[in-house]
């Protein structure tokens, strides 16, 4: 029972919102050409569905943002690493690094545009950008504040090199480099709706841009759903991960 009842809890606000949504667009408080009924919404869903398009825009963008979190995510956690363990390279490379993150990475586009075009390296770029400084800053946080202690014991236990690092600094940097994981993610899906506005003919951002042109606040709704749910799943799957490579630690002991 108290499972289901936590299974329930987190989607009391969203079934709240939806409700009065439902109330505003009956009574009419709200142009339906603005706001149009949840039916309306569902209605031309269950169109886009059916026709095969909103499959295909969503899976440009997964793509799209599964490549940028995978290039950005995997420079971020091997710089994180680096620095981590060598105070050359973080003297050498973290000053630079911090400038670069403190650009708003939104702000780059029109020199993407010059870089890349308004092909598909354009929106990948800006993706792996926006995703690469949180799992850095998380992953050389979680290096830097390992218990020495257990370096130590580590060390006791004749393990250096490689062992060292699988055995004690990588799991006790991941609670840390999953914090990083779980911002990033948002940022990702943030970075990819602007970024799917530059000049394309694919991608939910381009849905939303057709509809926009046709003033067809349905579809537009649809697509924010979308980003929503999809913000949402890699939400779920990163707790998953977490809890699957944290069963160890303390706080995740049942």
Do not use: C
């Not at 409700?19 to 142009?31: A, F, G, K, L, R």
Request: aromatic letters at 12%; glycine letters at 8%.
């Amino acid at each position: 029972m108290k499972k289901i009842v936590k299974k329930i809890i987190p989607w009391i606000i969203p079934a709240i919102i939806v409700i009065i949504w439902q109330v505003v667009s009956m009574n009419e408080w709200v142009s339906t050409r603005l706001v149009p009924e949840p039916l309306t919404v569902v209605s031309s869903f269950y169109h886009l569905i059916i026709s095969g398009e909103l499959f295909f825009h969503m899976k440009i963008s997964l793509a799209r943002a599964i490549t940028g979190l995978l290039v950005g995510g995997g420079i971020g956690f091997i710089l994180g690493i680096i620095n981590g363990l060598s105070s050359f390279s973080y003297l050498f490379t973290d000053t630079t690094l911090q400038m670069i993150r403190n650009i708003p990475n939104l702000a780059l586009i029109p020199l993407v545009i010059v870089w890349f075009g308004i092909d598909e390296g354009a929106k990948i770029f800006l993706v792996a950008i926006g995703v690469m400084f949180p799992i850095y800053i998380n992953t050389l946080h979680g290096i830097k504040n390992i218990d020495v202690g257990m370096i130590e014991m580590g060390r006791m236990y004749k393990l250096k090199g490689w062992k060292l690092f699988k055995e004690i600094l990588l799991p006790g940097a991941l609670p840390s480099i999953f914090v990083g994981l779980r911002y990033a993610l948002g940022i990702m899906w943030i970075t990819l709706i602007v970024a799917e506005t530059i000049a394309t003919s694919q991608g939910v951002g381009y849905l939303a841009m057709t509809a926009q042109q046709f003033m067809q606040s349905d579809i537009i709704i649809i697509t924010i759903i979308l980003y929503a749910l999809f913000g949402k799943l890699a939400d779920i799957l990163a707790q998953w991960g977490e809890k699957k490579a944290l069963r160890w630690h303390k706080s995740y002991i049942k």
